[in-house]
């Protein structure tokens, strides 16, 4: 085994793995070390939205979802799961607005001009 550290496409593509699996809590820390490698990285910080809102962490999984939507602003998915995690919290206005963003999006318009 290489002392070299793993990539974080390696990394992800390792969390996946035990996501497919059902292995959230192993899938979790792998996400972690996804965007602490590389914080502009969209797929890891909403598979760890995800990942934490399915393990119950939902507070830490908002503020992923919240740094999802922040880097893609125009995702209807990172919308769509940031409502399901304020929903999740029972922060039932945050979550309208999120479901308002991904409605906005479905019917091809744009949450922030790019």
Request: with cysteine.
């Amino acid at each position: 085994m290489s002392d070299t550290p793993a990539s974080v496409d390696d990394l992800f593509d390792e969390a996946n793995g035990h996501l497919a699996m059902g292995e959230l809590e192993e899938a979790v820390p792998l996400y972690r070390r996804c965007v602490e490698q590389d914080p502009q990285f969209f797929d890891g910080w909403h598979a760890l939205g995800m990942a934490l809102m399915k393990t119950g962490s939902i507070k830490e999984a908002i503020g992923a979802g919240l740094m999802a939507t922040t880097l893609k602003p125009n995702d209807l998915l990172a919308w769509t799961a940031l409502s399901q995690m304020y929903v999740a919290d029972h922060q039932i206005a945050e979550a309208e607005t999120a479901k308002g963003n991904a409605r906005i999006l479905s019917l091809g318009g744009r949450v922030v001009k790019e």
